[in-house]
């Protein structure tokens, strides 16, 4: 199996087969729509992003509770510090402004994977994004679809759904 991608059926599969041979295609969600987010979609992210976030909500696109969020995406200016959930803010706050990506810890982009200190940059790597290049199939098996960004998420951030989904003809 060390050559076969990772999918949902195949991890299922591995994992279930043996137990329970009948009840693996029963409880396998379908595979994540691969179709990219964008530019469209990245641009309205990217301007939700740089918005001033109220007092009382999270500052980015964050799943906002208690220890592991999974992933998300923040806009930190300058000055910005690195926030760890045990301690506090933590580091030198930031010269550069950027856009980030990463694992979320207690409601805040704790690490980082991708930063972006160009708009455009991060424009572009988000509308080639997918559901499935960033539901974390390269991650440990608790990781994989745990609380991922998905076209959803970013539309319901946004306010608009299906903003940058493609038409299809009917």
């Known amino acids: 199996m060390a050559g076969r991608p990772r999918t949902l059926q195949t991890m299922a599969k591995t ?20 179709t990219p987010y964008g530019e469209a979609l990245a641009r ?3 301007d939700a992003l740089q918005k001033p976030t109220p007092p009382d ?3 980015g696109l964050v799943n906002n509770h ?7 995406l923040d806009y ?3 000055g910005t510090r690195d926030f760890d959930g045990a301690t506090g803010l933590r580091g030198a ?46 991650e440990p ?4 679809g745990n609380q991922r960004l998905n076209r959803a998420r970013l539309e319901a951030f946004i306010g608009a759904p299906r903003l940058g989904r493609p038409v299809t003809a009917e």
């Open 15 to 34: 994992r279930e087969a043996e137990a329970c041979p009948v009840a693996v295609a029963s409880t396998v969600p379908p595979e994540p729509d691969d």
């Open 44 to 46: 309205a992210v990217a």
């Open 93 to 138: 706050p930031s010269t550069v402004a950027q856009f980030r990506y990463g694992r979320v810890n207690d409601g805040f982009v704790d690490k980082a994977d991708l930063g972006f200190a160009d708009r455009e940059a991060f424009v572009a790597w988000l509308a080639q994004q997918s559901d499935r290049s960033l539901y974390g199939f390269d």
């Open 76 to 78: 930190a200016p300058v």
């Open 141 to 144: 098996e608790w990781f994989v």
């Open 57 to 59: 909500r999270a500052p």
């Open 66 to 72: 208690r220890d592991y969020c999974g992933m998300g």
